[in-house]
């Protein structure tokens, strides 16, 4: 007979760890989360990189409640509510309300990933070019697991096993604008869209500044659309409300859902370029695509709390700062631990690099063993390439900052079972 296990299923867990109380959170406060073992965590991801704010922010939940008990559930299908006007509203004010003039709402960021491609090939169509289907993604990028969305993920997670489509997708090297150059030689008039994340998520690898320029001029030349996925980056993860905004052009479609309610709500939004949207309106022309729980009164009004809350703890600026911070820690764990070879990322966004004994990067089946000898010194850190990730909530303390370096360096000295290094020198 089959050995009993329990009802959940969780995502991208070993199944030998399903059940596991060690892994089975309770509650969370702050930067803190309980487990079902009884110990607390200091939590260095943000949760899945989504609460920028901290857990248990409360003008959040209370906006939460008040939406829930004055209006239930409204949707955004073949009606308007007004929760999702004033979300929209505000967020094509924060984002840029002279570039982007319009809000699709979403319920992920894999969903919102689909809507892209959805928009860029009607959009697209709308222009006499139907021919222009193709998507292109980088390799290594991440854009979520839904089957639209899979498909445009360049690193392959088992897209052949599960029969994703990427016959209309193209990847090419993120940072190496030759190779995008000689694909849109060839086939140029049949993209549609070019969706990058201004920061690989995986690895924490920022794309670089003329890289991106050399974007916006092959999108000048060529005509495909530039969409930013900010799903991770969003939200002042790397030092701007939007990362997209440091760009020296503007993207057409940006993606945001993570830290746009603060990890409360399953949410996500995609920003529409004015000069985009007016296709459509042009035309009269209706995007078919609806999701019922898109842009429910809870959800805007989680969007909206968020966006007060930011203002109010000035967190782009906090940030900010605590990034300067960040910066000086790992660069100081870098110089005096001999197990960690490089950090790469940018703001709260950053990935510790991590080489064996023998000077090989950490291979990747060791991740996993890293990160729980962290988790047992203290601390949630995320999986990464050859080492871990660190996404620290915006809101931290340099108190906690240092107890988040302390936990890390000792659960890598734990792995290595090496002797610990003096952690004064190392500040
Ligand atoms: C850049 C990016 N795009 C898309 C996604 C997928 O989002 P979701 O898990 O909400 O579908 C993620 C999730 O990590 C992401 O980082």
Partial sequence: MAETTR???????????????????VSARGVRVRFADGRELLCGTSGLWNTNLGYGNPVIAEAAADALREASYLSVFRYENAYARRAAEALVEVCDADHYGRVIFSTSGGAANDVVMKVARHYQ?????????????????????????????????GQQLYGVD????????????????LLLERQGTQIAAMVVEPVIGNGAVPLRPDYVAG??????????????????????RTGSFFASQQWPALPDLVITS??????TSAA????????????????????V???????????????????????????????????????????????????????TGLGCFRSIRITNADGLPLPQTEVPHLVAEIRRAGAIVHPGVHGIQLLPALVYTAAELDELMTCVRTGIDAYFAVAPVDLETAR
């Fill in 7 to 25: 009802a959940l299923w969780p995502s991208l867990l070993d199944p030998a760890l399903h059940g596991t109380d060690e892994l089975c959170a």
């Fill in 125 to 157: 169509a709308l222009c006499g070019q139907e021919r222009r289907k193709l998507v292109v993604g980088l390799r290594g990028g991440y854009h979520g697991l839904t089957f639209g969305a899979f498909g445009l993920t360049g690193d392959n997670l």
């Fill in 166 to 181: 990427q016959r209309l997708v193209r990847h090419v090297a993120p940072n190496e604008i030759g190779e995008l150059a």
């Fill in 215 to 236: 974007l916006l001029a092959l999108r000048e030349r060529y005509g495909f659309l530039l969409v930013a996925d900010e799903v991770a980056t969003g939200f002042g």
């Fill in 258 to 263: 993570k830290g746009l309610t603060n990890g």
């Fill in 268 to 287: 996500a939004a995609v920003l529409v370029s004015r000069r985009v949207a007016a296709a459509f309106n042009d035309a009269g022309s209706m995007l």
């Fill in 289 to 343: 695509h609806g999701e019922t729980q898109a842009g429910t009164p809870v959800t805007c009004a989680t969007i909206l709390a968020t966006i007060a809350e930011m203002r109010r703890l000035d967190a782009v600026a906090a940030g900010r700062q605590l990034s300067a911070l960040l910066e000086k820690r790992l660069a100081a764990l870098t110089a005096t631990h001999p197990r960690v070879e490089t950090t």
